[in-house]
Every structure is written in C-alpha cells, then in structure tokens.
C-alpha cells in the first residue's frame, strides 16, 4: 500500500478499550454512517487478530453495534494473565483502542463523507 494513500483507522473513527481478568474489550465507533459501513466490511475480526498477532490472542470475536456505530472486538488472553498476574505495561488494556486506531488503512474513495462530523 502507498504510504501517501494510507490514513490512520482514527481518521474515521474513535475508540475505548479495557479488560475482564486476561482477556481485552476493544470497542471502534466511527464517525459517521459511511464510516461505520466502511468499518463493518473491512474491519473484521481477522484483520484484528493479525494487527494484535504480537500480543497473541487466542481467539478474536467482533460484535456488531449499528446503534453506535460501532464495533466491539474482544481479544482472548491477549493481557498476560490479566491486571493483577501481568508484568506487561498494559495489563488491563487500556491502551489497546489507540494501538488499534494507530493502524493504517487505505484512504477510502469517500473519505470527506467518513469524517465528516454529524450535524448536532
């Protein structure tokens, strides 16, 4: 992929992130509706679980929240043992939504319609 081509996932969305016990919750919300559509058919669980493939996740899930436009991931043993057995930095993943959002996706063709904040 061309790097000039490339924008970060958090051009399109935000995202929140926490544990229960060794395992991580990954929530993504986009911005918009073209944003969320974009996310529902590129962001899969596959795609999280090789992008977190160093922490070593046992299992990746996603779940669909279209009410927030979001979507929830939950990566399985991906914290070391969790908050209170981990020697990571990290251990109750805190950080794992900004991980995530750092990662670079192609520019989709719409990309003003996926930034474009709603009308309040």
């Known amino acids: 992929m061309d790097q ?5 996932l958090s051009d399109i969305a935000h995202g929140r992130s926490g544990d229960k016990g060794n395992h991580a919750n990954v929530a993504v919300l986009a911005y918009t509706d ?3 559509l974009w996310l529902r058919e590129n962001l ?41 057995r981990s020697l990571r930095i990290d251990t109750q993943g805190k950080t794992l939504a900004l991980t995530l959002l ?8 719409n990309y003003e319609e996926m930034t474009r904040k709603a009308a309040v």
């Open 4 to 8: 000039e081509q490339q924008i970060p």
């Open 34 to 36: 073209a944003g969320y």
């Open 44 to 84: 899969t669980a596959d795609v999280v679980a090789q992008y977190f493939a160093p922490l070593g996740p046992s299992k990746v899930e996603r779940f669909l929240a279209p009410n927030l436009l979001g979507l929830n991931f939950v990566l399985y043993d991906v914290l070391a043992g969790g908050a209170s």
């Open 102 to 109: 750092q990662m670079p996706i192609a520019r989709p063709a």
